[in-house]
């Protein structure tokens, strides 16, 4: 029909805008933690816009339900204080056609959001952590820019190089190191090239070739000298290289393969953000409701309020379960069980609770005038 599909093309344009907002926000805010990690040595520079890249296809997988929950409340809101929805209503269309004139639209981007949620997110953050920790795992030859001074990232040692070609092969390079037993003890060393090196062991090296090195303290008069043809140098890992994956790493079906507490916690979480579509959606429709004079933008704060307190209540279940206070079977079930019963009392105006009250009333006792 062509109301339907107005209606939708209106809620998608506008849920558009609101999720790429959404998403700058949430975006920029994780930029800048990226950036404020490589400052401080935690990871290269190169990998700040790789595992941002990474992060998007898990924010976007959890805004997509929020996003068209506003764009639902903004877009009937505008046409409420508009009299459009009024004319619609003329029309002979009800709040029940309006929700099977939405419900293939929110169908489908309960799919998407599932597909995100239990395959897409967790391969992204699994990336993620691979790299952060082939990053650790190499100790600070990653954090290496040439041309630049770069402090490790414990502020223990200064490197410098020169130059750097794509094999890691390096030249001219400056190290000092501070002793960790004696706060002023220095060891400074200058070699003409160096390569990263690994043995069988996995322990990291930095060779250094060609060069010489020179101990002492600031304000000392004795200075060691050494000449050397190659000098081996370990390269301390920030963490141990056999890292337990995260839970939120682990693939939808590794989930499914052992249903313990944590297990099952994270996979209703996942399944959280595809369930609550339809419910928003449902939420959403009597929610709209506003006189003309109210503004497109009144009944947005109580959705704002209701959507947080919904998602409050989903991550304290999930956290109840993975501390093991509270049982998988009740999980996260009955917040959507809730959230269902309350859009559905919405949507039907509490008819139901207005006859239960009815119910209790007493009959009054008419007077009889003579």
Known sequence: MIIARYLNKQVIKTMTLVLMVLLMLFVGQRFVLYLSGAAKGQFSSDLVLT????????????????????????????????????????????????LKYFMPFALILSALTAYLTLFQAPVAIFTQQELLKEQKKRGDLNLITPGR??????????????????????????FVHQDE???YEFSLLVAEQGRYWSDLNQQNFLVLEKGNQYQGSPGSNTLRTLTFERYFMELKSNQSTSVVSKLKALSTTHLLSDLN??????????????????L????????????????????????????IGYMILL??????????????????????????????????????LKKTLAGFKTPSTQQVTP
């Open 280 to 307: 928003l959606l449902l939420l959403a429709l009597p929610l709209a409701r506003v006189a003309p004079r109210q503004g497109k933008f009144g009944r947005l704060l109580p959705g704002l309020m209701i959507y």
């Open 149 to 174: 001074f770069q402090q490790s990232s414990d502020g223990s040692r200064i490197i410098y190089v020169e130059e750097m070609n794509g094999n890691q092969q390096m030249k001219r390079i400056f």
């Open 51 to 98: 595992l941002l890249m990474l992060q998007i296809p898990v924010f976007v997988s959890y805004l997509m339900p929020l996003s068209m929950f506003l764009a639902m409340l903004i877009t009937l809101g505008k046409l409420h204080t508009d009299n459009e929805m009024t004319i619609i209503s003329a029309c002979g269309v009800s709040q029940t056609q309006l």
């Open 261 to 278: 507490a944590e297990n099952q916690a994270e996979l209703q979480w996942r399944i959280s953000a595809p369930l609550s579509v339809p």
């Open 315 to 352: 991550l304290t279940m999930r956290s109840g379960m993975e501390e093991g206070n509270i049982p998988p079977w009740i999980g996260t079930w009955w917040v959507h069980l809730g959230l269902l019963i309350y859009g559905l009392s919405e949507f039907q105006q509490w008819r139901w």
């Open 181 to 183: 037993s004696d706060e």
